[in-house]
């Protein structure tokens, strides 16, 4: 069973900066991408930034330029520096992690608040 544990979501204001982690666990194996995603209420979730297991990495256009997406030391870890944020990033944050043929896993999902 595979495991997705995600931190470090919460308020802040405009401008700031927030770090998202993501580890993942269980039995996974050829990895070939960790990704986050965001979702607000009554709208489609969408890729946020994405990661290949070449390091190649992908970004939404609204947040090219202030979100950068990292692997970590450990093993199936990712995280999501997040800088200058703006309102209409408050969101659901989820990471997502794909391996193998066709297995695809989520995490239970961070809220980030940004609000004066």
């Known amino acids: 069973q595979v495991q997705l544990v995600e931190s470090g979501g919460g308020l802040v204001q405009p401008g700031g900066s927030l770090r998202l982690s993501c580890a993942a666990s269980?039995?996974?194996?050829?990895?070939?991408?960790m990704a986050w995603y965001r979702q607000t209420p009554g709208k489609q979730r969408e890729l946020v930034a994405s990661?290949?297991?070449?390091?190649?990495?992908d970004y939404a256009d609204s947040v090219k330029g202030r979100f950068t997406i990292s692997s970590g030391n450990a093993k199936n870890t990712v995280y999501l520096q997040m800088n200058s944020l703006k309102p209409e990033d408050t969101a659901v944050y989820y990471c997502?992690?794909?391996?193998?043929?066709?297995?695809?896993?989520w995490g239970q999902g961070t809220l980030v608040t940004v609000s004066s």
């Open positions: 997502n992690v794909g391996w193998g043929l066709l297995s695809n896993a």
């Open positions: 269980g039995t996974i194996s050829s990895v070939h991408h």
């Open positions: 990661i290949t297991s070449g390091g190649s990495t």
